[in-house]
């Protein structure tokens, strides 16, 4: 049986079910896309997504605090969505 996305470090049963809905509903699924892509998508159903949740995307692949990527890579993720015209407005 696949893991759970919810027990996912930084991501949660919100989270987890925002994610379900975008066609991600197990770990190893999520863990084996790229976070970016992820994102992107689940904004294509979930318009209202914050950048939040893709601190913790990042985060949960990188078995890293959400906090901790906001703060070192916010940057160099702004930047990657403003070249592909995502970036938060």
Sequence with gaps: MAGSVAAMRGLGPRSAAILAAAGYADAEALKAADPF?????????????????????????????????????????????????????
Excluded: C, F, K
């Design 37 to 89: 892509e992820v994102y992107l998508q689940v904004r294509r159903h979930s318009p209202g997504v914050s950048l939040n949740l893709l601190y913790a995307l990042i985060g949960a692949v990188e078995d890293r605090d959400w906090r901790d990527v906001a703060r070192r890579d916010r940057t160099s993720i702004l930047l990657w969505l403003d070249e592909r015209g995502a970036a938060p407005r």
